[in-house]
């Protein structure tokens, strides 16, 4: 099946850095989906992004669609302690389908 | 926004019961739902589809006589973990579509502990 490749897989930053993570895939896609994950909770959609060069915005976190539509970043500016957690990348599994596939998840800490 | 309630959060239980989680979407109507299983420090990885008013789409591997699935409504899908054993405990978690082009949603999860 088609396979969402994230990095890093862990960062550990400064208060007050910025961050950035990645997803890549050999597939292209016309979704990329950016989720964040607390401990004990469920997914939260932060950005959805539609269109091949899309740059979208979400207070201090930006997504962009890749061009090629075969990967998309998401930049976090200024991060706070409240930023930490698990972001995922995910797309949907075919044309058609509404059947998510997920990174492997970006686990980001926040140093004070 | 959208929103998708899931309970129990938390259940304990002996080896052998069977559990039932709950997942509602609360402010729209959702004719497909998905049910996912996570384990510690993975991805999530989906188990099933549920579609209201027909029979659940399970993923390879996934045992459906295990795993019970209803979608009796359009605002409610829940899952039955029939005679669990420890090795099904896990996090469960369910998500909701809102619509065509839509992102889903998702609960909060629910964390399943078999004794």
């Known amino acids: 099946g088609q396979q969402l490749n994230q990095s890093p897989q862990s960062m550990f930053i400064q208060e007050g850095e910025d961050v950035s993570m990645n997803c890549t895939s050999s597939s292209i896609f016309n979704t990329w989906l950016w989720y964040k994950q607390d401990p004990g909770e469920g997914p939260v959609l932060l950005i959805a992004l539609y269109k091949a060069g899309e740059l979208t915005s979400n207070g201090r976190l930006t997504a962009q669609f890749g061009i090629t539509r075969k990967d998309s970043f998401l930049n976090i500016s200024a991060s706070i302690p409240s930023d930490v957690g698990i972001y995922f990348c995910a797309s949907y599994s075919g044309a058609g389908s509404y059947q998510l596939t997920f990174g492997k998840g970006t686990k980001l800490s926040v140093i004070p | ?115």
């Open chain 2, 1 to 115: 926004g959208a929103v998708v309630s899931q309970h129990p959060s938390r259940v304990i239980c002996k080896s052998g019961t069977s559990v039932k989680i709950e997942c509602r979407s609360l402010d729209f109507q959702a004719t497909t739902m998905f049910w996912y299983r996570q384990f510690p420090k993975k991805s999530l990885m989906l188990m099933a589809t549920s579609n209201e008013g027909s029979k659940a789409t399970y993923e390879q591997g996934v045992e459906k006589d295990k795993f019970l699935i209803n979608h009796a409504s359009l605002t409610l899908s829940t899952l039955t973990v029939t005679s669990a054993h420890p090795e099904d405990s896990s996090f469960y978690i369910c998500s909701a579509l809102g619509g065509s082009g839509q992102p889903q949603h998702f609960g909060d999860g629910t964390r399943l502990s078999i004794l």
